[in-house]
């Protein structure tokens, strides 16, 4: 049973360009999360898909899209690079059923190391 | 809005020794917790998660407390390898399934 496979695994951009990066979730999940870490911090929520569509977004500026697939794979798209958005973006999925917890674990990818230069 | 925080950032300790790593949140409105390690330039690894209405999990050397309450969640490791050496990231879930993360811990166990 695969687990969340990201791609690609590293990549180098210059500022001003664009780049997508791909997930495709664990197997029987249905939502998929995306996380940005820089270099010693913690992760911070980017953005949450479900039925295709965008449910639940952090404190990201609009550089920032993504788009989900009818099979729940998921793209993260940044326009317009900055220097600062070079950082690992991890891929996390989910199954969207409602738990007595009233939350789903999530499975993590490996993520894809974004540098920017 | 949530905020959490672990101490101490980095630890270093002789094989064997037993260690506490601490997290702390803000709001106690979380669904569960949940420890992940994770090894340089990698991903996550999640060691064990606990519910809100639960107080401990326990799996192999580790043990995680969790006192909602009070905002604190405690990760003890039992005699310590150099295997062990990692980021240990905490992190609670709030509503729409959205983890807020601490910055972590770097361990290093030495030989």
């Known amino acids: 049973d695969a687990g969340v496979t990201q791609s690609p695994t590293h990549l180098i951009k210059t500022r001003g360009q664009q780049v997508t990066l791909r997930c495709s979730p664990k197997?029987?999940?249905?939502?998929v999360s995306w996380y940005q870490q820089a270099l010693g911090q913690g992760p911070q929520f980017i953005f949450q898909?479900?039925?295709?569509?965008?449910?639940q977004r952090g404190n990201f500026p609009d550089r920032f899209s993504g788009h989900q697939f009818p099979n729940y794979s998921s793209e993260l798209n940044v326009n317009a690079l900055l220097l600062g958005d070079s950082a690992l973006y991890l891929c996390?999925?989910?199954?969207?059923?409602?738990?007595?917890?009233?939350?789903?674990?999530?499975?993590f990818g490996a993520g894809s190391r974004l540098t920017v230069l | 809005k949530q905020e959490v925080t672990q101490i101490p950032a980095a630890l270093s300790v002789p094989e064997g020794e037993n260690l506490v790593l601490n997290c702390s949140f803000t709001?106690?409105?979380?669904?569960?917790l949940q420890w992940f390690r994770q090894d340089p330039g990698k991903g996550l690894t999640s060691l064990l998660l606990?519910?809100?209405?639960?107080r401990e999990q326990t799996s192999g050397r580790l043990n995680a407390s969790l006192d909602k309450s009070s905002g604190r969640s405690t990760l003890y490791i039992a005699a310590s390898q150099p295997g062990d050496s990692a980021t240990y990231l905490c992190?609670?879930?709030?509503?729409?399934?959205?983890?807020?993360f601490g910055t972590g811990t770097q361990l290093k166990v030495e030989l």
């Open positions: 996390a999925s989910s199954l969207d059923r409602r738990t007595p917890s009233g939350a789903n674990v999530l499975t």
């Open positions: 709001d106690s409105a979380i669904y569960n």
């Open positions: 197997s029987g999940h249905d939502t």
């Open positions: 992190a609670v879930t709030g509503g729409g399934n959205k983890l807020t």
């Open positions: 898909y479900y039925e295709e569509e965008e449910r």
């Open positions: 606990i519910q809100s209405s639960q």
